[in-house]
């Protein structure tokens, strides 16, 4: 099974502070790579797919980026809506695992 | 708009059974993939495997055992996740999803809607 390792686990952060949240594959996943965003009681949500292309209806403060083992997730000026929790997921191989989660807190 | 419902949650005993299903609407269940993925009480996300709504057929993670069963009712446009002798472990949310494609060849694909969640409970 690929392995994806998320860091950090948490990071608390001020509403306008630029966050950044990587996430490493134990192989290479070319660029299947997808982020989510979750909430307590809620569905998760999709943000990135195919590691770069914003879904469509998130904002645009939302970017990912990276290839082969390493990703990240930015995003450029933190609302308070954003206060959640963010996986990686690859979907290059069966199965398809999911990062730890990043938990992003209000500082 | 596409739309996943899921069933509501659920309270069961050890070594019990349960039936969770996901009706889609907005779209043709069989055009689309079905995965299912968990969520563990302070847990991460789980991918459990998919199931392919154009022929039926499923895939479980490795780890998973014979208790759980993806099945599909395309007269209804509904995907179901069956657990049985449950256990207490077993108590999670249970999210159903629907794969997107890039293109043609199913690569790559991402989880572009997903059901609101079930949660089972196992407790005596």
């Known amino acids: 099974d690929i392995q994806m390792t998320q860091s950090p686990s948490s990071v608390s952060a001020s509403v306008g502070d630029r966050v950044t949240i990587t996430c490493r594959a134990s192989?290479?996943?070319?660029?299947?790579l997808n982020w989510y965003q979750h909430k307590p009681g809620k569905a998760p949500n999709l943000l990135i797919y195919?590691?770069?292309s914003l879904q469509s209806g998130v904002p645009s403060r939302f970017s990912g980026s990276g290839s082969g083992t390493d990703f990240t997730l930015t995003i450029g000026s933190l609302q308070p809506e954003d206060f959640a929790t963010y996986y990686c997921?690859?979907?290059?191989?069966?199965?398809?695992?999911f990062g730890q989660g990043t938990k992003v807190e209000i500082k | 708009q596409v739309q996943l419902v899921q069933s509501g949650s659920e309270l069961k005993k050890p070594g019990a059974s349960v039936k969770v299903s996901c009706k889609a609407s907005?779209?043709?269940?069989?055009?689309?993939?079905i995965n299912w993925v968990r969520q563990a009480p302070g847990q991460g996300l789980e991918w459990m495997g998919w199931?392919?709504?154009?022929?039926?057929?499923?895939t479980y993670a490795q780890g998973l055992t014979g208790r759980f069963v993806f099945s599909l009712d395309t007269s209804v446009n509904t995907a179901y996740l069956q657990i049985s002798s449950l256990k207490a472990e077993d108590t999670a949310v249970y999210y159903c999803?629907?794969?997107?494609?890039?293109?043609?060849?199913?690569?790559?694909?991402?989880?572009?809607?997903w059901g609101q969640g079930t949660l089972v409970t196992v407790s005596s």
């Open positions: 999803a629907r794969v997107e494609y890039y293109d043609s060849s199913g690569y790559p694909n991402w989880l572009d809607s």
């Open positions: 907005g779209y043709t269940i069989t055009t689309n993939a």
């Open positions: 199931i392919n709504t154009n022929t039926g057929n499923p």
């Open positions: 192989q290479s996943i070319s660029t299947y």
């Open positions: 195919a590691a770069s």
């Open positions: 997921q690859q979907s290059y191989i069966t199965p398809q695992t």
